[in-house]
């Protein structure tokens, strides 16, 4: 469903991704793991469309990923929430809403945010929220427009147990609606929760990938530092 | 365009909640104008000079300020890359901010440059109404280079010192119009000679406006 071939990604000396092929299809979740620097950010957002890649390519079904039609089936959550603080959660997602070209936005929004359970702080302005309840509003946004692919960087930042809960719930019934999803996190035990499969990247390549099933957070610590140290 | 104008939506709901924009332009543009007055102390000839400058300096340094504050609400929580990551064409995003950004100039500029006219004892409804023309052109080109350099400078931790230095001389030639064409019409001095300063003025605007349209997509993407 989406595919990264040979990317590669230089910032200007540093070269942050060298040669990435990876493949996440439809109805998998894939937990993107790697110490700080080994590009995971960087492999998100060009997936998002928000970065280009020096070398090679990322196709979503098929279509360039930088093709706004290719943008308008994926639901990005970076490392920061993406919303404007002066603006209350049911406005951002709004506002969200018409650049998607959502039907029935309003309604849709606010059942996202009831379902998110910040239903009762939807006409607050968003600088008056926790971290926490902004990331439940910023994971709204981002499924907002039901895209088909997520791509996810840190989502369990600031969330608490029932944040993760609800975020892992998330994340299960999209793959088990036939979704995607790519997850980047250092939460281990909450990303091994909801993943079929494992990708480890170390200095900007794909060191290792395995079969989410049968892994531990001690089975994923050695394939880490194993991956990290090759 | 729908997505252009979700953005001006935006951005104006914010303004009207959060007020850091146009009060930004307004307090810093009346300081300029109010410190100029005591330190020319002009005559009514001298005013008649004078004042087409101060009204575009008054308009470009509390201009800037106004700029820089609007590109640094889209870097706050990343929110630009909320935009970035949306299907909608990144010249889409420049035209929602442009006209966000003019109609912010604009804005202000109905309260200071009335309040410039007063003090330089140059008041007329006549001369209000004539300037129109030359305050809405000279507003678009100024924001139109000034909303893509602000973008680029707001990734910047110099921000505030790196927008005038990129943006000023830039904008020069737009300026230099509009201050030959404001200084015609307090003056009184002919349509005709307006009319040419206005088509310069114009032409400006168009180049600004479609260079940056073509070079936003790579000022915001990595």
Same mark, same amino acid.
């Not at chain 1, 990604?9 to 110490?35: I, M, N, S």
């Not at chain 2, 935006?10 to 410190?35: K, M």
């Not at chain 2, 995003?93 to 003019?102: E, I, M, R, W």
């Not at chain 2, 009319?195 to 114009?202: E, F, M, P, T, V």
């Given at each position: ?51 280009? #890649? ?9 279509? #360039? ?23 209350? #959660? ?7 809403? @018409? ?25 607050? #302005?968003?600088? @008056? ?102 | ?14 303004? %009207? ?12 543009? +009346?300081?300029?104008?109010? /410190? ?21 300096? =008054? ?26 990551? =949306? ?10 901010? %442009? ?7 604009? $804005? ?14 140059? =008041? ?12 809405? %052109? ?5 924001? &139109? ?7 680029? =400078? &707001? ?21 230099? &119009? ?31 406006? /479609? +260079? ?7 000022? $915001?993407?990595?």
């Amino acid at each position: 469903m989406i595919s990264w071939r040979g990317v590669r990604k230089e910032f200007g000396r540093t070269v942050a991704l060298r040669g990435v092929d990876l493949t996440v299809e439809a109805g998998k979740t894939v937990l993107l793991l790697g110490a700080n620097g080994a590009g995971k950010t960087t492999l998100l957002r060009i997936g998002a469309g928000l970065s280009r #890649p020096t070398e090679g390519d990322v196709a979503i079904a098929g279509v #360039p990923s930088r093709e706004t039609v290719a943008r308008a089936r994926v639901g990005y959550l970076g490392h920061a929430t993406h919303l404007y603080a002066s603006l209350t #959660p049911l406005e951002n997602l709004l506002f969200a809403a @018409r650049l998607y070209g959502v039907a029935d936005a309003t309604a849709r929004a606010i059942r996202l945010l009831d379902e998110a359970g910040v239903g009762r702080r939807a006409r607050e #302005p968003v600088a @008056r929220l926790s971290r926490g309840t902004q990331q439940r509003v910023a994971l709204c946004r981002a499924l907002l427009h039901e895209p088909a692919i997520l791509l996810f960087d840190e989502p369990f930042t600031g969330l608490d147990p029932d944040g993760v809960s609800l975020l892992s719930a998330r994340v299960r019934a999209h793959a088990a609606g036939g979704g995607a999803a790519l997850l980047s996190t250092h939460d281990l035990d909450a990303g091994l929760a909801v993943a079929d499969e494992v990708v480890v990247l170390a200095r900007g390549r794909v060191a290792a990938a395995r079969a989410a099933a049968g892994l531990d957070g001690r089975a994923i610590r050695a394939l880490y530092d194993e991956a990290s140290a090759a | 365009m729908r997505a252009a104008w979700a953005i001006v939506r935006r951005e104006l709901q914010g303004e %009207l909640r959060s007020r850091e924009i146009i009060p930004t332009i307004l307090v810093f543009g +009346a300081l300029v104008v109010v /410190v100029m007055n005591f330190a020319f102390e002009p005559s009514r000839e001298e005013s008649e000079r004078i004042a087409p400058g101060v009204i575009w300096i =008054a308009i470009a340094f509390a201009g800037i300020l106004g700029l820089s504050r609007s590109a640094a609400l889209d870097e706050e929580n990343a929110a630009l890359d909320g935009l970035l990551a =949306a299907p909608v064409e990144r010249s889409s995003l420049y035209h929602g901010k %442009l006209l966000a950004n003019c109609a912010f100039l604009l $804005v202000a500029e109905v309260v200071l440059v009335p309040l410039i006219l007063v003090l330089y004892n140059l =008041a007329a409804w006549r001369t209000l109404v004539a300037l129109a023309p030359t305050i809405v %052109l000279g507003t678009i080109g100024f924001a &139109a280079a000034g909303t893509i350099f602000a973008t680029i =400078a &707001a990734n910047s931790k110099l921000r505030e010192v790196l927008l005038p230095i990129l943006l000023l001389p830039v904008v020069i030639p737009v300026f230099l &119009a509009a201050v030959e064409a404001t200084g015609i019409v307090i003056r009184n001095e002919g349509v005709r000679y307006l009319y040419s300063w206005l088509r310069i003025l114009a032409v400006f605007d168009l180049v600004y406006i /479609v +260079a940056s349209s073509l070079l936003f997509e790579f000022v $915001v993407e990595d």
